[in-house]
């Protein structure tokens, strides 16, 4: 069975200085799959400010109705960038995975191959022992 995501805004801090400019958004991302719910948290930083968007600035106000917060998510996931959402995705679904007693993945170590052994690190000489 597929898992569906689903994204919430769960808070918004902003700039009362620059017209509600939104600095910084957490988002709540759930997975649902069968009748397993599992969710993350993660926030995306907006850098800038108002003067910077120009005529494409959104009145805070206008961003708390329910379209608001899907321009938002949206917002949050271009700055995450597509490699960070499916992160994200895989760790709801691992914790699905772990409610189902499924396994995710495995972790294989070096010690617990034939690899060549890695390079000694050499050890810096000014972080000796304190005295």
């Given at each position: 069975m597929a898992t569906t995501f689903q994204y919430k805004v769960s808070s918004l801090k902003t700039d009362p200085n620059d017209d509600g400019y939104i600095n910084e958004a957490t988002v709540?991302?759930?997975g649902t799959e069968g009748s397993i719910t599992?969710?993350?948290?993660?926030h995306c930083?907006?850098?800038g400010n108002k003067a910077g968007v120009g005529s494409d600035f959104k009145l805070l106000d206008d961003l708390k109705k329910a379209e608001g917060e899907a321009t938002i998510v949206e917002w949050a996931k271009a700055g995450w960038t597509d490699y960070k959402v499916k992160k994200l995705e895989a760790a709801v679904q691992k914790l699905?995975?772990?409610q189902n007693s499924k396994a995710?993945?495995?972790l294989?170590?070096?010690?617990d191959t034939s690899y060549a052994a890695s390079p000694e690190?050499?050890?810096d000489p000014n972080?000796?022992?304190?005295?």
């Open positions: 709540q991302i759930f599992k969710s993350i948290y993660c930083v907006f850098p699905i995975d772990d995710s993945e495995v294989v170590s070096a010690k690190v050499t050890p972080a000796g022992a304190p005295e």
